[in-house]
């Protein structure tokens, strides 16, 4: 089985433009990359982590190496006329990126560059609307966040930065593999240690938000969290509705954690949601309380449902802009709700420099606001992003899974300037990757690297890995268990979206292989991830 929306390499000069550039409206159209990675740089971060992960293993050439310098490709033919072919550009559907079948001089495109993403929303929501007996809508479902929404255990780097390890096995038929990029950033430091913290949340009290359990989750998620901030943090309440009201201006925890409940406890549904109100009250607001030194963040909860005053993310976030850029202050998004903005929210939180998560339960909340508190709030790594450089020698055909509109212009992987993810510690990020190699084929496959920012100088570091042809000979369902759960959450997501996969599973068969994993991993979230396929086979019959 192909992947959807493959095409083959012979029909290359019909496909020169690039559809990568269009996926990200910001990114420039790519002039293809003369050079690939360079020496990788070795720098430290000096924010805390979160959780540590237990060392990983990879297979055959995936262990991250902090120097060498990356073969460079063979120059790039020119573009082609800028009228595309069929189901290239002008339907936006094409995802695939094919090589050429010949090895020659001039390749084909082979470099595949992307922001990372932390988000989790797309699952937790997916998962939502099939416990309340519907199949999520296909535009909600983002295979990344899928993936992602799955702790890995990939070797944490020692002291600061990112870990890169590759590895891969066989998926189904017709020679595909599938090949997994995982990046790390390192455990938490004790909680003395960290940053402090300021943040200002924006709270949704609209009428939608009065539905059984919803503004009550969020006002239990605030009073849990609270309670797990230091002394010498800070924490503002803005509420919108139809207007906006700073609620309690930014205070010191020490000396102020009453007012604090006290302002939670008075929280109560009105009418009408106008986000754009609530977001750049919370900007001001965040803009005043702001801390030199601490972790400035907005974390807005709403059920992004907006129905008064402007409606679109990028007018929304034009005028927090200055915010952003001047102060730092990055954005994360929780959701709530059966009814939820899926889309507003995921776009604010990409173009605020930050993160989505979403959650149904007071457990989930826990987890959110306690468990993962470090992670959410803190930043370990601004403007990240990943390239991996397919060598066109042994790779035939590849398609990254996900990050559809995470997208960059590969000759943007190094410009600075150019939008990438801001992730927190004790992140793992997957980039999963259908990969097809040339008959007989052997040696180097690909080379994975990442590009950050320290968060608080600034200084650009990056950090590589490669992967060769013999780490994809097992067999996908006898690979290492991380491997297994990646493709399973992947082809979950595939299936919902009615794509195509090589080596798909039924739904029922997905579900069993979801069960092995939760019993030889004992892990709760994957014995979920297991009824949720199950429930998502019950009603598609």
Same mark, same amino acid.
């Given at each position: 089985?192909?992947?959807?929306?493959?095409?083959?390499?012979?029909?290359?000069?019909? *496909?020169?433009?690039?559809?990568?550039?269009?996926?990200?409206?910001?990114?420039?159209?790519?002039?293809?990359?003369?050079?690939?990675?360079?020496?990788?740089?070795?720098?430290?971060?000096?924010?805390?982590?979160?959780?540590?992960?237990?060392?990983?293993?990879?297979?055959?050439?995936?262990?991250?190496?902090?120097? !060498?310098?990356?073969?460079?490709?063979?120059?790039?033919?020119?573009?082609?006329?800028?009228?595309?072919?069929?189901?290239?550009?002008?339907?936006?559907?094409?995802?695939?990126?094919?090589?050429?079948?010949?090895?020659?001089?001039?390749?084909?495109?082979?470099? @595949? *560059?992307?922001?990372?993403?932390?988000?989790?929303?797309?699952?937790?929501? $997916?998962?939502?609307?099939?416990?309340?007996?519907?199949?999520?809508?296909?535009?909600?479902?983002?295979?990344?966040?899928?993936?992602?929404?799955?702790?890995?255990?990939?070797?944490?780097?020692? !002291?600061?930065?990112? @870990?890169?390890?590759?590895?891969?096995? #066989?998926?189904?038929?017709?020679?595909?593999?599938?090949?997994?990029?995982?990046?790390?950033?390192?455990?938490?430091?004790?909680?003395?240690?960290?940053?402090?913290?300021?943040?200002?949340?924006?709270?949704?009290?609209?009428?939608?938000?009065?539905?059984?359990?919803?503004?009550?989750?969020?006002? &239990?998620?605030?009073?849990?969290?609270?309670?797990?901030?230091?002394?010498?943090?800070?924490? $503002?309440?803005?509420?919108?509705?139809?207007?906006?009201?700073?609620?309690?201006?930014?205070?010191?925890?020490?000396?102020? #954690?009453?007012?604090?409940?006290?302002?939670?406890?008075?929280?109560?549904?009105?009418?009408?949601?106008?986000?754009?109100?609530?977001?750049?009250?919370?900007?001001?607001?965040?803009?005043?309380?702001?801390?030199?030194?601490? *972790?400035?963040?907005?974390?807005?909860?709403?059920?992004?449902?907006?129905? *008064?005053?402007?409606?679109?993310?990028?007018?929304?976030?034009?005028?927090?802009?200055?915010?952003?850029?001047?102060? !730092?202050?990055?954005?994360?998004?929780?959701?709530?709700?059966?009814?939820?903005?899926?889309?507003?929210?995921?776009?604010?939180?990409?173009?605020?420099?930050?993160?989505?998560?979403?959650?149904?339960?007071?457990?989930?909340?826990?987890?959110?606001?306690?468990?993962?508190?470090?992670?959410?709030?803190?930043?370990?790594?601004?403007?990240?992003? $990943?390239?991996?450089?397919?060598?066109?020698?042994?790779? &035939?055909?590849?398609?990254?899974?996900?990050?559809?509109? #995470?997208?960059?212009?590969?000759?943007?992987?190094?410009?600075?300037?150019?939008?990438?993810?801001?992730?927190?510690?004790?992140?793992?990020?997957?980039?999963?990757?259908?990969?097809?190699?040339?008959?007989?084929?052997?040696?180097?496959?690909?080379?994975?690297?990442? #590009?950050?920012?320290?968060?608080?100088?600034?200084?650009?570091?990056?950090?590589?890995?490669?992967?060769? $042809?013999?780490?994809?000979?097992?067999?996908?369902?006898?690979?290492?268990?991380?491997?297994?759960?990646?493709?399973?959450?992947?082809?979950?997501?595939?299936?919902?979206?009615?794509?195509?996969?090589?080596?798909?599973?039924?739904?029922?068969?997905?579900?069993?292989?979801?069960?092995?994993?939760?019993?030889?991993?004992?892990?709760?979230?994957?014995?979920?991830?297991?009824?949720?396929?199950?429930?998502?086979?019950?009603?598609?019959?």
């Amino acid at each position: 089985m192909r992947p959807d929306n493959e095409h083959r390499a012979g029909d290359r000069d019909r *496909t020169r433009v690039s559809a990568r550039a269009r996926w990200r409206p910001r990114a420039r159209t790519r002039a293809r990359a003369v050079g690939l990675l360079a020496a990788a740089l070795v720098g430290g971060l000096l924010v805390t982590g979160c959780s540590g992960g237990s060392d990983g293993s990879s297979a055959d050439g995936g262990k991250a190496r902090r120097s !060498g310098p990356l073969p460079a490709p063979a120059p790039a033919r020119p573009s082609a006329p800028s009228t595309p072919a069929p189901g290239t550009e002008a339907d936006g559907e094409q995802r695939d990126v094919a090589p050429t079948d010949t090895p020659s001089p001039t390749p084909a495109d082979y470099l @595949s *560059t992307f922001a990372l993403d932390v988000d989790t929303a797309s699952y937790g929501y $997916a998962r939502r609307t099939l416990a309340d007996g519907r199949l999520p809508d296909p535009k909600t479902v983002r295979p990344e966040e899928f993936v992602n929404s799955f702790r890995q255990d990939y070797p944490r780097p020692e !002291g600061n930065g990112f @870990s890169v390890t590759a590895d891969g096995a #066989r998926a189904g038929d017709e020679g595909w593999s599938f090949l997994r990029v995982g990046l790390a950033t390192g455990p938490a430091a004790p909680a003395s240690e960290r940053p402090p913290a300021a943040l200002t949340f924006v709270i949704d009290v609209s009428g939608s938000m009065s539905e059984t359990g919803r503004l009550d989750l969020v006002k &239990q998620s605030l009073g849990v969290m609270t309670d797990q901030l230091r002394s010498d943090d800070s924490l $503002a309440l803005v509420t919108f509705s139809d207007t906006a009201e700073t609620v309690l201006p930014m205070t010191r925890v020490g000396g102020g #954690r009453e007012r604090v409940h006290d302002a939670i406890d008075s929280l109560e549904p009105m009418s009408s949601t106008n986000l754009d109100a609530g977001v750049r009250t919370g900007y001001d607001t965040a803009v005043e309380g702001v801390r030199p030194g601490a *972790t400035n963040r907005v974390v807005l909860l709403s059920d992004a449902l907006a129905n *008064t005053g402007e409606t679109e993310a990028d007018a929304i976030l034009d005028r927090i802009s200055d915010a952003r850029r001047e102060h !730092g202050i990055t954005l994360f998004g929780v959701g709530v709700g059966s009814e939820y903005g899926d889309a507003l929210m995921e776009r604010l939180a990409d173009k605020g420099d930050g993160h989505t998560t979403y959650i149904s339960t007071p457990e989930e909340a826990r987890k959110v606001f306690c468990d993962e508190l470090p992670q959410n709030i803190e930043l370990r790594a601004r403007e990240a992003k $990943a390239q991996v450089a397919f060598d066109p020698q042994t790779v &035939q055909r590849f398609r990254l899974i996900g990050y559809d509109d #995470r997208q960059v212009a590969d000759d943007d992987y190094r410009d600075d300037r150019v939008d990438g993810g801001e992730v927190g510690p004790g992140h793992t990020v997957t980039a999963l990757y259908a990969v097809r190699l040339r008959p007989g084929a052997s040696g180097h496959v690909a080379t994975a690297g990442v #590009r950050w920012l320290d968060p608080t100088t600034r200084a650009p570091h990056e950090e590589t890995t490669q992967i060769e $042809a013999s780490a994809l000979d097992t067999d996908l369902w006898r690979s290492n268990h991380g491997l297994q759960l990646a493709a399973t959450a992947a082809y979950f997501a595939d299936a919902l979206r009615q794509g195509a996969l090589p080596g798909a599973p039924t739904l029922p068969q997905l579900a069993s292989r979801a069960d092995k994993l939760a019993r030889s991993t004992e892990d709760k979230d994957v014995r979920q991830l297991a009824e949720a396929i199950r429930r998502a086979d019950e009603l598609q019959i």
